[in-house]
């Protein structure tokens, strides 16, 4: 019995999907959930997992076709269709120019057991790791030693693999584990890894099926802290450099979106700078309590959103979106978090941020990063905001000027917290101090947003931010 494992439905607004990688090939076993392919979206690029448990029969789509909802991807029986050729290859032997073949009774066996033997090891290393040209590699070469053992010496032939064999189950080990573990590298591990430098083939991955997790890179990285000061060597040169690549599905809409947004709005930005430095203190305080309780890490972030929720309540046009001549005015805050992946810019919403306190505010942020960042976010879960909040500086940027993607009419960029010199009021008179200080710019879309109210709104959240009040909305 064979079934059809269709694209299901990736979202409500989602008609179509391409087919971007296949992680299995024909012949291989699958289990239930286990992922079968790579599908990329107007929205996200997610895994499309085996609802069914078999072994792959036939591929009905390839790699770079797009397919609507609903369209047969593959073909999924319990081998029986694997096994269907065997058959149809006896039917040929009875004739009679195979028939002095059976005269030599023992090469018939021997013959019979060659293409198994063939067929056992190729697809070992093909379902273990991704394909890749090293899994090509390794299964190339056996084909192409099995076969040259009985023709050229049939009486030795039972000699001859004994020894080619475990030459070649020597060859793969090696590659699978480098291979397995380069295989299920999720981007944000990849990113943190070139980031301290590690080198993930060296890496052995200690999450299931070998993934290497973000955990392992911190291990390899604390057991080589005392070649701290190897982050000197030259920079890594990217594979990219002098190749030319195809835009992916999600690249263009990004860029399209760009286009029309920048062609159908009037932007500008405005900028102010921001003592957060009783927010440092309270952060620097509260941090090893905050993770202890949420389990998550307590950055800048969350502090912005906080703010930026509460100023939206008092200054909605920034908030708003433009319908025709009239300016619809949510009773919502669903802000949209930006989020740097290897596929390009994606933006998760947190729904009702005004409601929410500091923990939920972060605990929401880093589960929706994590979930984009694995290709395991809902489609759904991309609609929706009002607003946008992009952290650049969490790259060391000291601010950008944003982009405003309609049908929003704002965003805020949040710089990097620095240290410097600032000139203070104390005791009547001015000082000089030390203060964390970061700059926030807000784009916004001019047509129904005025400088003033851009002022208005950025002042109000640097206000919340400068007076560092805080305590009450940990929620710990």
């Known amino acids: 019995m064979s079934e059809s494992v269709s694209l299901p439905a990736l979202g409500e607004s ?20 286990e992922p079968l392919l790579e599908v990329s979206t107007d929205k996200v690029d997610t895994e499309i997992p085996s609802p069914i448990a078999g072994v792959i029969e ?41 028939q002095p073949a059976p005269a030599a009774e023992p090469e018939q066996p021997a013959e019979a057991e060659q293409p198994a033997a063939q067929e056992q090891p190729v ?9 890749e040209a090293p899994s090509t590699e390794a299964t190339t070469e056996i084909p192409a030693q099995v076969p040259a053992a009985p023709i050229d010496n049939p009486p030795a032939a039972p000699a001859q693999p004994a020894p080619a064999q475990p030459a070649q189950t020597e060859a793969p080990a090696p590659a699978r584990r480098s291979h397995a573990g380069s295989g299920y590298v999720t981007p944000i591990v990849r990113k943190l890894a070139n980031e301290q430098g590690v080198d993930l083939s060296t890496i052995t991955g200690t999450g299931v099926g070998g993934r290497i997790r973000k955990q392992d890179i911190l291990s390899a990285q604390g057991s080589s802290e005392t070649a701290a000061p190897a982050p000197a060597a030259p920079v890594e040169v990217s594979p990219l450099r002098g190749t030319t690549q195809p835009m992916s599905r999600l690249r263009k809409v990004v860029a399209e979106r760009a286009v029309v947004s920048m062609q159908s709005s009037a932007q500008l930005t405005s900028v102010v700078e921001v003592d957060v430095t009783a927010v440092a203190a309270l952060r620097d305080r509260v941090k090893n309590q905050f993770l202890e309780k949420t389990g998550n890490k307590l950055s800048f972030l969350p502090f912005f959103a906080l703010a930026a929720a509460e100023a939206l309540k008092a200054y909605p046009v920034i908030n708003a979106t433009i319908d025709g001549d009239s300016i619809v005015y949510p009773d919502h805050e669903n802000i949209s978090i930006a989020v740097d992946t290897e596929r390009g810019l994606l933006t998760p919403v947190v729904r009702n941020a005004a409601d929410l306190d ?15 960042r694995d290709n395991k976010l809902k489609p759904d879960e991309l609609a929706g905001g009002t607003f946008t909040l ?21 965003i805020l960029g949040t710089g990097i ?60």
Do not use: C, M
């Open 58 to 98: 036939e591929i009905l789509v390839p790699e770079d076709e797009t397919v609507e909802v609903g369209t047969a991807l593959v073909t999924i029986g319990d081998g029986s269709g694997a096994a269907e050729p065997a058959p149809a290859a006896e039917p040929e032997q009875p004739a009679e120019a195979e």
């Open 358 to 372: 500091i923990a939920g505010l972060a605990a929401q942020i880093a589960d929706l990063a994590a979930r984009t």
């Open 417 to 476: 917290v620095v240290k410097k010199p600032v000139v203070v009021s104390a005791n009547g008179s001015d000082a000089i101090a030390i203060r964390s200080t970061v700059y926030l710019a807000l784009s916004y879309d001019h047509r129904i947003v005025d400088g003033a109210d851009a002022a208005r709104f950025l002042v109000a959240v640097k206000d919340r931010l400068e007076a560092g009040a805080f305590e009450a909305s940990l929620g710990i």
């Open 14 to 33: 989602v008609t179509e999907g391409t087919v971007t990688r296949w992680l299995k090939n024909v012949g291989d076993k699958v289990e239930v959930d």
């Open 123 to 131: 697809p070992e290393p093909v379902s273990a790791q991704q394909p």
């Open 390 to 410: 992009t952290n650049t500086g969490s790259r060391g940027a000291l601010f950008d000027t944003p982009l405003v993607f309609l049908p929003q009419v704002a």
